[in-house]
């Protein structure tokens, strides 16, 4: 099956800060989600950006299919940014398909 | 915005009982999903559903079954509770390959 990896698995930041998520898949895919998983396990879509560039507020993603691999930033990181940040692929001949995560913690 | 709804956040049922997790979706989608979240295993796919009364496995249906009898419920069913499935279940939908909205989630406990 295709392959999601995302990096870094952990990430600490302090307040402020700037930082980049990445997400590299092995097979062509027909959508691709950023999600946020809060410490309450509900998962919030971020981003739904099979190719392109999107921004919202202080999140913006970048997925270049061609190369496989997408990119989600976090500019001045707020303690309320802290959680899993899941990247999600689907792939052509299948489902969503979740990467492992990335664990953020923002500290003030 | 599409809402998903679990109907409980927490669950806690004895071994051998039968066990109904229900989702909800409100923008006629046609495409539902239950997943469930594991710590070192990550996000696995249950069943899956395209349209009213149709179902079909995932990644890991084993001891789960679904019912879907109107468009907007999707059921999960566990027909004889076991403590290995102890988890968190999430519910999606999705209409097409667009993007996928889930539920809050279920944190099961079977003791």
């Known amino acids: 099956g295709i392959q999601v990896e995302q990096s870094p698995p952990d990430l600490i930041l302090q307040e402020g800060a700037n930082s980049t998520l990445r997400c590299n898949f092995s097979?062509?895919?027909?959508?691709l989600q950023w999600f946020h998983q809060n410490p309450w396990g509900q998962l919030i879509n971020l981003f739904y950006?099979?190719?392109g560039t999107k921004q919202n507020g202080r999140l913006s993603a970048t997925t270049v299919a061609t190369e496989r691999y997408s990119l989600l930033y976090i500019s001045s990181s707020q303690t309320t940014d802290s959680g899993v940040y899941f990247c999600?692929?689907?792939?052509?001949?299948?489902?969503?398909?979740f990467g492992a995560g990335t664990q953020v913690v923002v500290t003030p | 915005d599409v809402k998903v709804t679990q109907s409980s956040r927490y669950l806690v049922k004895r071994t051998g009982e039968k066990v109904f997790l229900e989702c909800v979706q409100d923008?006629?989608?046609?495409?539902m999903f239950w997943y469930r979240q594991d710590p070192g295993l990550g996000l696995r796919l249950i069943y899956f559903?395209?349209?009213?009364?149709?179902?079909e496995k995932g990644d890991i249906p084993e001891g789960y079954s679904v019912s879907r009898e109107k468009k907007e419920r999707f059921s999960l069913i566990l027909e004889s509770a076991s403590t290995n499935q102890t988890s968190m279940y999430l519910c999606?939908?999705?209409?097409?390959?667009?993007?996928?909205?889930f539920g809050s989630g279920t944190r099961l406990t079977v003791v």
């Open positions: 999606a939908s999705t209409e097409g390959d667009y993007g996928y909205t």
């Open positions: 097979d062509s895919v027909n959508n």
């Open positions: 950006i099979p190719s």
């Open positions: 999600a692929v689907i792939p052509s001949w299948g489902k969503l398909q």
């Open positions: 923008m006629d989608h046609e495409n």
């Open positions: 559903s395209y349209d009213v009364k149709m179902k």
